[in-house]
């Protein structure tokens, strides 16, 4: 059984969990996925966790391994507490599968965090640099085992790159860590000697903020914000983008990476959260430091003056994604996980 919160989107346990469903692992061993947190007013939260501690009474007696996906929060870890304690009564192997990134050595010291892993049978994080700082940093002396496991990727239509609009797209939920101010400072230093060149903002969050900040900086006219796009309509976005850019400070292993390699849009991104494990700077992306608006406009002009360049980036990038993120190799990695536990 799998619990956790679905709250968190785009990018998020969500799409994580979704794309899990898809997988064979999930009808070989009956998975079954109980929410505890929903996106909503706080009565239908409260609802929604009552409820999840009700299936849990009848559900979680059938299995043998209950894997929570979860984060540092405490608001997060106290809701899934009922649940937690019911699996170490029962006696369940548990598998705490954290979405955090850099954020997790915030929480050293943090009690109930701390706790629970030490319950914990296993503890996966998403990429091997965070397995790393666990083992010599962060959690030295925690005595739970831990691994790693990357998010998998869902093959998705692309479109020839010379079928791509000039569009330069970011999509999340916008506040400070995604740093959305950054990537508007660099447009604003380069939107003069490319015109026909716009940027694309999917998501929500700070809108209204964001649009009064591309206004204030004059570049309004060329900023389109969609708001928080599914379906069909966030693929014929990512479809047509020609330039995906990441700003954070902040992630875990950013499934909106993945996503754009695998409609071949050439990435330009920070070395932010699990991605320094797979980034090969010029071949799958291109990268620059953390607030630098100066060499994000650099990264941006390389890629728009040259078309072979940004072809081939595409292409090496849904290969790329293809060898080391697809369903079938991601699955073989759980079922490792869990054939460990036999």
């Known amino acids: 059984m799998m619990v956790g919160s679905a709250e968190k989107s785009p990018g998020g346990v969500a799409s994580v969990i979704k794309t899990m469903k898809e997988m064979p692992f999930w009808g070989k061993h009956d998975c079954f996925w109980l929410g505890t947190q929903i996106q909503s007013g706080y009565p239908t939260k ?73 319950k914990a049978d296993l503890i996966i994080v998403l990429a091997k640099i965070w ?41 999340a939920y916008l506040n400070d860590n ?25 998501g929500n969050g700070e809108v209204e903020k964001a649009m009064s900040l591309a206004k204030e900086m004059g570049i309004s006219h060329r900023t389109t914000f969609t708001g928080y796009l599914t379906g069909k309509k966030k693929q014929e976005v990512f479809q047509h983008a020609s330039i995906y850019c990441m700003c954070s400070y902040q992630e875990g292993f950013p499934m909106v990476i993945l996503e754009s390699w695998g409609y071949g849009i050439p990435v330009v991104t920070t070395p932010v959260g699990g991605l320094p494990d797979v980034l090969d700077d010029g071949k799958n992306a291109l990268v620059f430091p953390f607030g630098d608006d ?26 790329f994604v293809k060898q080391n993120f697809s369903k079938e190799k991601i699955n073989s990695d759980i079922e490792k996980i869990y054939e460990s536990f036999d």
């Open 178 to 202: 995604k740093a959305y101010q950054v990537l508007f400072k660099a447009f604003k230093r380069i939107k003069d000697d490319y015109k026909d060149w716009n940027l694309l903002i999917l």
């Open 131 to 171: 397995k790393e700082k666990f083992d010599k940093e962060w959690f030295k002396d925690l005595g739970t085992p831990v691994t790693y496991l990357y998010n998998a990727y869902s093959p998705v239509e692309a479109l020839p790159y010379e079928e791509r609009k000039k569009h330069i797209l970011m999509a």
């Open 46 to 118: 409260l609802w929604y966790a009552l409820r999840s501690y009700f299936v849990a009474l009848f559900k979680m007696w059938r299995y043998d391994i209950i894997h929570f996906h979860t984060v540092a929060d405490l608001i997060c870890l106290v809701i899934q507490l009922p649940v937690f304690l019911l699996a170490l009564i029962g006696q369940k192997t548990i598998i705490m599968h954290i979405h955090m990134g850099n954020q997790i050595g915030e929480h050293t010291n943090d009690r109930l965090f701390n706790w629970c892993m030490r």
């Open 294 to 319: 100066e060499s994000l406009a650099n990264k941006l002009e390389q890629l728009i003056d040259d078309f072979p360049k940004c072809k081939e980036i595409s292409e090496y990038s849904q290969i």
